[in-house]
């Protein structure tokens, strides 16, 4: 099973930029695809963004146009580049992947916009 470690997180105000990392270790073979998701305080976990093993991409539609999502297949790191951010961004973000039917996840990162 693959293992997933994001980093990248901090706080930030509104219209800023920042990039998250997710770091794949251990076995990694036959991912059909990497996403991430985010978490606000109370509120459901939402999808983000994901990237298939081809290389397709895709987003929610609060964050089409300012997210990118990109990986380096060298390296076993997928991105999620955010810009402009808001405050209503401000969660934990969560890298995950599918294997085999199976989903992993990461431990999170903090993303906090405020002013």
């Known amino acids: 099973q693959v293992q997933l470690v994001e980093s990248g997180g901090g706080l930030v105000q509104p219209g800023e930029s920042l990039r998250l990392s997710c770091a794949a270790s251990g076995r990694i073979e036959n991912i059909a695809f990497m996403r991430w998701s985010r978490q606000a305080p109370g509120k459901e976990r939402e999808w983000v963004a994901q990237i298939t093993s081809a290389g397709s991409q895709d987003y929610a539609e609060r964050v089409k146009g300012r997210f990118t999502i990109s990986r380096d297949i060298a390296t076993n790191t997928v991105y999620l580049d955010m810009n402009n951010l808001q405050p209503e961004d401000t969660a934990v973000y969560y890298c995950?992947?599918?294997?085999?039917?199976?989903?992993?996840w990461g431990q999170g990162t903090q993303v906090t916009v405020s002013s």
């Open positions: 995950g992947a599918q294997q085999r039917g199976i989903n992993s």
